[in-house]
């Protein structure tokens, strides 16, 4: 059986991480997370994850160092996080309810998507 892989992106700039509040499917519509979206079969995560930002959020990264851990969705699928650097374009939330700049100190008060709330103590120490 071969593992999907849905990845998900950490953009920090100014002590601040870009959150996204999902727009759909409804059980999931409101609630934050990392940007980010499924990789085809074959596709290296971070040529999947430079794709799905920029059709998400219209900007350009570079992908830098995986965060742990990985999360399983469903039998057959991963969820895996990176840190990655914006390289060009205005973040738009193109795919998104809204985006948001959240500080370490505002992290745990959001409403997360549950898979993502496992990144969350890597994601404030980095902040």
């Given amino acids: 059986m071969s593992v999907r892989i849905v990845v998900a992106g950490a953009l ?3 002590s601040a991480l870009l959150v996204a509040q999902r727009d759909r ?3 999931l ?3 934050w997370e990392l940007p980010g979206g499924k990789a085809m079969p074959g596709e290296p995560d971070a040529d ?6 920029h059709e998400e959020l ?3 990264v ?5 965060l742990e851990p990985d999360i399983p969705l469903a039998e057959d699928v991963v969820l895996r996080a990176y840190l990655v650097t914006r390289t060009g374009g205005e973040v738009k939330p193109i795919d998104h309810r809204q985006l948001r ?10 409403a997360w998507v549950p898979a993502d709330r496992a990144w969350l103590p890597a994601l404030s120490r980095r902040l």
Avoid: K
């Fill in 12 to 14: 920090i700039e100014d």
């Fill in 25 to 27: 499917p409804p059980e």
């Fill in 29 to 31: 519509a409101g609630l």
């Fill in 48 to 53: 999947a994850l430079v794709r799905e930002l």
């Fill in 58 to 60: 219209g900007i350009e």
């Fill in 62 to 66: 570079t992908v830098g160092e995986r």
């Fill in 101 to 110: 700049w959240a500080s370490a100190a505002e992290l745990d008060g959001l």
